[in-house]
């Protein structure tokens, strides 16, 4: 026994410390994987000297003789703080995470496969001009300079990501930045999820106004009825099996920011109604909340003779663009317009010959490719890729489609993003030298996806809008427009052509003086040509036209400002008064959530419990109401949807939603509201205590801040993760979109991810702020330093002047071409 205690002894006296001291220098070691503040480096392929200076909030100002040179530069910074991210969306875009990852992303790399993006972007980059090739070549000679780099003496050469998964990137190609660039459209492309449901909606054997009762169109569109869906595609109708909850959707479960709704705000305001005389824009994207930001402030500088031109604005790492911004002369903002550009066609497959397929003409064999996914520490998984007529053939645990669709059939993929002379990265590559608006919206004419609703302004007074991208043009005889699959046997069906550029939706200069997109409805009626039915709420929207557009105060560079941190929500102002009206005075309702809610001034503030109330009993009622008809399907419809709420509200609904099928009754909305509130207070008590006085919407709304992948690893989350206290609510300018169907309901998962406001009177007053911080490393001070302000909706400046910002520096890099150049 004594000698057990002696051992006993000895091992915490010598082998204890032992092990302190080598975790204390693994995590040194691992600290040092942050880049050395200043340094210099042999670039292959420069003409001239390059310069990063970083300034004290970690912002690279990349200086250079020519534009390609500080391309290089900016591939050069975006490897030293953003590797791993530029990482993920590589290997996303490819759909090799599974290589990473291991089975849990199999389904996500069999999907992103199924699309035959390399196939695509291999074409896309020999189409290219030579300019757009240099590019891309200067770019990643950039990225390959940092990553090609020899280590420095006890300091891990990667990041911590790298280390911990035992992972070592390859070199960047031009091709890599293509397909990095597809991600965009990816998602941002949304119509397609609008079509499954709707198509699963019918399998349940719904009619086309119940479904439209759930998806309620803009309502100042009239869409014609939808067909029979079942008679149409052939479907079968009735109950579907819930042992695998629709909406679940495994498969895209792939990086935050990466595949998630987006959404944005954005106005521009001539010089005719601000107190400078000068235009104002204003832009603020609303996107999944990740760490880090998809976003990185960049400011480029091509040495000029007398006048440098400037670029500054937000990057996404692994792109060469600077994509909301601004020049010496424009500046541009915008929203993802939700243009219809996808449609999904029910292929018949030859029950004869399961290698063809039916067209108008007959049957025709599939286009197919073996793929193979590496996955770790797992076999391979091998799969045939298929494509038709229309496009590729999506797997069938996509969205569940699946348990959807017609015996014998599959369903195959037509969108614009995926046509091989989708030339859109050549757009971002020609803003350094744009000089006023219109130059601006003719440099967008090979503009494909995704298609944007961009403000723009010019420092002569010009203010303007356009919506550039191929949109398709579909037979007028097609009744379902773009809202659910349709048969792919049947040429009324097949696109007809393309909106001619100058078709799409342009302003310069209109008589209001001011031009505001929130991604509702942004054409009038005479719009000649259809883009969408399924635009978003516009309460956003609104919101920003009584603060902006309509407001004829003059306006003045901080009254933006102060309209992007609004969280008044004009959404819920509509549905408080009908929901507490409707269950007021019931003996089954708790009265002082009633007073509370009926006295509240419909400000999504951090502080205040009324938006935690409601938002609770909003979540809770769409529950109770819509998920016995929904069944499995609900999972997928489940978020904010006050449109549909109001819609039910008024009686005007094609099925009474609120009577629960599964119960012998017929319960009224009011019985169903009131239970509804009563669980919601009930769950809240449970998580937050049942003193009211210490429930507040900030701590419930934390920003989710993901990392990918540990977010999921709770020893490293901590780490990695970026949470903070957050206002704002769905139906807000400063938005915070909670996300209903997961297991923390409140928590914010797409909020504002940038705020811009740029002044044409002096556009280095210009201000700036994104959701986390410039460097991707988790050692680095610069990692979530921007979370907080970002929080309060501060801002800070980003300087042209080297007099200005060279006060500021932090750090030094100088990049040099090869001797023998």
Not at 216 to 224: G, I
Not at 229 to 239: D, S, V
Not at 240 to 264: F, N
Not at 780 to 790: G, I, N, Q, T, V
Request: charged residues 20%; hydrophobic residues 40%.
């Amino acid at each position: 026994m004594m000698r057990i205690l002696k051992a006993l002894i000895q091992f915490i006296f010598f082998a204890v410390p032992l092990l302190l001291i080598a975790a204390g220098a693994g995590f040194l070691w691992m600290a040092r994987s942050l880049p050395p503040t200043d340094g210099n480096m042999t670039v292959a392929g420069l003409s001239g000297s390059v310069t990063i200076s970083r300034d004290d909030r970690g912002v690279p100002h990349i200086a250079g003789s020519s534009f390609d040179d500080v391309l290089a530069g900016l591939g050069f910074a975006h490897a030293q703080d953003r590797l791993w991210q530029m990482e993920i969306f590589r290997r996303a875009s490819q759909g090799r995470l599974s290589e990473l990852f291991g089975e849990p992303t199999i389904d996500a790399d069999m999907w992103l496969r199924s699309l035959g993006l390399a196939d695509t972007t291999a074409e896309t980059y020999e189409l290219l001009p030579d300019s757009g090739k240099t590019a891309l070549d200067a770019y990643v000679s950039g990225i390959n300079a940092w990553i090609e780099r020899e280590g420095r003496e006890f300091a891990s050469k990667w990041p911590p990501e790298f280390v911990i998964l035992r992972h070592e990137p390859e070199p960047w190609r031009p091709i890599d930045v293509l397909m990095t660039f597809k991600l965009l459209s990816i998602t941002l492309g949304e119509n397609a999820s609008f079509e499954i449901m709707r198509l699963a909606f019918s399998r349940l054997g719904m009619n086309s106004a119940e479904i439209e009762d759930l998806l309620p169109s803009s309502a100042d569109d009239n869409p014609p009825e939808l067909p029979d869906m079942a008679a149409l595609l052939g479907l079968a109708t009735g109950p579907l099996a819930d042992e695998e909850p629709a909406g679940d959707h495994s498969m895209l479960r792939t990086p935050p920011g990466v595949l998630t709704e987006r959404a944005s705000n954005n106005w521009v305001i001539s010089g005719e109604r601000t107190t400078t005389g000068k235009p104002l824009l204003a832009n603020d994207p609303h996107l999944g909340l990740s760490a880090p930001s998809v976003w990185y402030l960049v400011h480029l500088r091509v040495e000029n003779g007398d006048e440098a031109d400037n670029l500054v604005g937000v990057t996404q790492p692994g792109i060469p663009s600077v994509l909301m911004g601004r020049n010496n002369h424009v500046a541009w903002g915008l929203t993802n317009t939700y243009t219809d550009v996808q449609d999904i066609f029910i292929e018949k497959v030859n029950p004869d010959d399961p290698e063809q397929y039916m067209t108008p003409e007959g049957w025709r064999a599939f286009g197919t490719k073996e793929e193979t996914i590496r996955v770790k520490n797992a076999e391979d998984t091998t799969f045939t890729r298929r494509w038709t007529r229309h496009g590729p053939v999506l797997p069938g645990k996509y969205q569940d489609l699946g348990k959807y669709l017609p015996k014998n059939t599959v369903a195959a993929l037509q969108w614009v993003a995926l046509d091989p002379d989708d030339m859109t990265i050549m757009s971002g590559l020609g803003a350094l030298t744009v000089r006023t608006v219109s130059e601006f919206q003719e440099g967008l004419e090979f503009y494909v996806s995704p298609m944007q609703s961009m403000v723009l302004a010019d420092t002569q007074g010009n203010i303007g809008f356009i919506a550039p991208g191929r949109v398709p043009i579909r037979d007028p005889q097609n009744k379902v427009m773009g809202r659910a699959p349709v048969p792919g046997w049947d040429a009324t069906y097949d696109w007809t052509g393309a909106i001619p550029f100058n078709g799409l939706p342009r302003q310069i200069n209109p008589r209001v003086g001011a031009i505001a997109t929130a991604n509702a409805k942004m054409v009038g009626p005479y719009y000649p040509y259809f883009l969408t039915f399924d635009w978003r709420e516009d309460w956003r929207q609104k919101r920003i036209d009584a603060l902006i557009v309509d407001n004829e105060t003059p306006q003045t560079f901080q009254m933006s400002r102060k309209a992007q941190a609004d969280v008044h929500s004009l959404g819920f102002a509509t549905m408080v008064p009908q929901m507490t009206t409707l269950v007021d005075g019931r003996d089954d309702v708790d009265p002082d959530a009633i007073a509370r809610l009926k006295a509240w001034d419909f400000e999504m503030v951090k502080d205040s419990a009324e938006p935690l109330i409601f938002v609770a009993w909003f979540r809770q009622a769409m529950i109770d109401i819509y998920a016995d008809d929904l069944g499995p399907v609900f999972a997928s419809w489940i978020r904010p949807r006050v449109n549909a709420v109001e819609r039910l509200l008024s009686g005007n609904t094609a099925r009474d939603w609120c009577d629960n099928r599964n119960t012998p009754n017929k319960e009224s909305c009011a019985e169903i509201m009131s239970a509804s509130l009563n669980t919601a207070l009930k769950n809240l008590e449970k998580e937050y205590g049942a003193d009211r006085t210490q429930w507040n919407w900030g701590r419930a709304h934390q920003t989710t801040g993901s990392h990918t992948p540990f977010s999921n690893v709770p020893v490293l989350k901590d780490l990695f993760d970026v949470k903070v206290a957050s206002p704002g609510g769905p139906y807000t300018i400063d938005r915070g979109m909670p996300e209903f169907g997961s297991d923390k309901p409140y928590e914010n998962a797409l909020g504002t991810s940038m705020r811009a406001v740029y002044d044409l009177a002096d556009l280095d007053q210009s201000t700036f702020m994104t959701s986390t911080g410039q460097s991707g490393n988790p050692f680095s001070k610069h990692y979530r330093d921007f979370a907080e302000p970002w929080s309060n909706a501060q801002a800070f400046t980003i300087s042209t002047d080297p007099a200005a910002y060279e006060t500021k520096v932090e750090g030094l890099w100088e990049l040099s071409p090869p001797a023998n150049n």
